[in-house]
């Protein structure tokens, strides 16, 4: 069997679904670092199911930054330079 450590998550436009079975597992999960980022008028997945993604995360002990952007379903600049910050830090 293989393991592999995972050192964090980056979540790109990402939403909340199937919170019923997400729940449970992220008690495993306290103080988790994870990025996250989502466009305010993303056509595809509504922010607001972001931001409610965020929130569990939180709420569950996970250790993370939402960065909201206005924009749609894409990566901006910040998202690129806020991430890099990230996979910099958590894998110094």
């Given at each position: 069997i293989n393991i592999v450590k995972i050192s964090g998550y980056v979540c790109y436009s990402g939403?909340?679904?199937g919170?019923?079975?997400i729940v449970p597992l992220l008690e495993n999960c306290k103080k988790f670092?994870?990025?996250q980022s989502?466009?305010?008028s993303d056509p595809i997945?509504?922010?607001d199911y972001a931001v409610a993604q965020y929130d569990l995360f939180r709420y569950a002990g996970l250790e993370g930054e939402f960065v909201s952007f206005d924009g749609a379903h894409e990566i901006p600049p910040i998202v690129i330079e806020k991430s890099s910050e990230f996979l910099n830090k958590i894998l110094a």
């Open positions: 939403t909340l679904v919170q019923d079975h670092p994870f990025i989502h466009g305010k997945l509504g922010h």
